[in-house]
């Protein structure tokens, strides 16, 4: 799997927890299988990796779930944000994209896992869009930008 020379940075909800590294490898994808689904809350996870050796913990220290024998699964104790999967047996560490300050720049390309996919999965770009919060609720969206504790992307 090819290295790609890039920095990144991310982190949980919190910002009790954040990471960076100098390389990721060219991998992201969606894994549906039930395991990941209740790893992270959702239909699937979505991962890219870092090469264990250029990963950094630069706040904190995540808290870890031995899913199994072979995996951790990684989080933040304070927040409950998701961020990793790393195969014990494996030297990359599959961070979750939604974790990373900018997620854009990953766009996945394979999935797997398949046997535990949503049957509706493929529908979702059919869903009506139905707009911003903004726009749908300015009252709750104000309510929120008052009182909101997330951490921005980069601190």
């Known amino acids: 799997m090819e290295r790609i020379d890039i920095t990144v940075t991310g982190g949980c909800q919190c910002g009790a927890v954040r990471y960076r590294a100098t390389q990721m490898l060219d991998n992201a994808h969606l894994c549906h299988c039930r395991m990941c689904q209740k790893a992270v809350g959702n239909i699937f ?77 493929d529908s979702l770009p059919a869903l009506k869009d139905v707009g911003t919060t903004e726009a749908q609720d300015p009252d709750w969206a104000a309510a929120i930008a008052a009182s909101n504790r997330q951490a921005r992307d980069g601190h």
């Not at 304070?78 to 014990?88: H, K, Q, S, V, W």
């Not at 997620?103 to 996919?117: D, I, L, N």
Request: net charge neutral; with cysteine.
């Open 45 to 121: 996870a979505a991962l890219v990796a870092a090469p264990d050796d250029a990963l950094e913990w630069t706040r904190g220290t995540p808290a870890a779930f031995r899913s199994s024998d072979h995996v951790d699964r990684g989080f933040c104790a304070a927040c409950g944000t998701p961020l990793y999967y790393r195969n014990l047996k494996g030297s990359r560490t599959n961070l979750t994209i939604g974790s990373l300050d900018d997620p854009a720049a990953f766009p996945p390309k394979t999935q797997m896992g398949s046997e535990a996919r949503m049957p509706w999965f």
